[in-house]
């Protein structure tokens, strides 16, 4: 009696009893499967919601965890770009962001066109 030959790779069947993949059949039957789930657009809609034509120009960010320093960052589309750290920095920085929306020169641009 003589063993069967083994393939190279132990553990692993024969290539010839391989079967290559088929798609599933499509569960609604109409030979087509499903791309897109229902209720998912397909294109990109425009947004629906109207604004008043307002948008930002200024951010100011304000960091003050528990036991830590506070921090704050002033940022406006002018080109300003300030940052300070500890409770009395922070503080002038947030008044003078407050501030500085009277002075940028966007708003007052925008101010002078709505008038």
Not at 23 to 50: F, I, L
Not at 52 to 80: F, V
Request: with cysteine; proline share 12%; aromatic share 2%.
């Amino acid at each position: 009696m003589s063993t069967p030959p083994r393939s190279p790779l132990e553990g692993h069947p024969p290539t010839a009893r391989l079967r290559l993949a088929e798609p599933a059949p499509a569960v609604s039957g109409r030979g087509a499967p499903k791309v897109v789930a229902e209720g998912v657009p397909t294109a990109v809609r425009p947004d629906q919601q109207t604004g008043d034509g307002r948008y930002p120009i200024a951010w100011l960010t304000i960091t003050a965890p528990r036991g830590a320093t506070p921090t704050a960052t002033s940022i406006c589309q002018c080109g300003r770009n300030l940052f300070a750290a500890g409770h009395h920095k922070a503080l002038a920085l947030i008044a003078d962001h407050t501030d500085h929306k009277t002075r940028c020169p966007l708003r007052a641009d925008l101010e002078g066109a709505a008038a």
